[in-house]
């Protein structure tokens, strides 16, 4: 199919975009999701490579883009954002890696929020030319759809430092627990 036909966002009929208590929108399932399920599979609408970002290239980009696709840009969450580093600032804020050293804005994979514990996984399909978001546990119906935004198995002292860029203190079921176990990526592994 020629590319410029194909969709720009695939999205499962089985979530859905609402409210998230205390962090803006969120991506929640509507249906039982079996682990392994493709939830997202999205073209970026902006990509750039990290070796060359510069603020003129970005605002020419965000000016070319369809009139809805500039809108969603402008409303993603930026708690940080100063009026005059806004663009820079909302990009470097919600961009995903895509291939190295590309990073890119993919709106769909920006209504995912953050868990230490997550129950779903990103990733770049060079191939496909897609951002994809794939289950990685079974989620239940009316449970939030979550992606790590920074390394899942470091300690929670770490992770605390990385979410700060996102101006916020994870409240996941790990970073809640004083338990040593739970605050290391020894979690994740079985004896
Ligand atoms: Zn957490």
Redesign the pocket.
């Given at each position: 199919m020629d590319p410029d036909l194909e969709l720009l966002a695939e999205i499962s009929g089985a979530v859905e975009v609402r409210p998230s208590p205390g962090k803006g929108k969120g991506t929640f399932a509507k249906e039982f999701v079996p682990k392994g399920t493709r939830l997202i599979s999205e073209r970026p609408i902006l990509r750039m490579s990290s070796n060359y970002f510069n603020d003129e290239t970005l605002k020419k980009m965000v000016q070319n883009l369809p009139t809805t696709e500039r809108r969603d840009f402008e409303d993603l969450h930026c708690p940080i954002c100063q009026p005059e580093q806004a663009l820079r600032q909302k990009y470097i804020m919600n961009h995903f890696s895509l291939s190295v050293p590309q990073i890119g804005i993919c709106l769909q994979g920006s209504r995912i929020n953050h868990?230490?514990l997550p129950n779903a996984y990103s990733s770049w399909n060079d191939k496909k030319d897609r951002f994809m978001i794939h289950a990685i546990a079974d989620i239940q119906e009316g449970d939030e759809v979550t992606i790590s935004y920074c390394d899942a198995l470091a300690t929670k002292d770490m992770?605390s430092k990385w979410l700060e860029v996102y101006q916020f203190s994870?409240e996941?079921a790990?970073?809640r627990t004083t338990d040593q176990i739970s605050n290391s990526g020894k979690r994740f592994t079985k004896e």
């Open positions: 868990s230490c992770r994870c996941c790990a970073c």
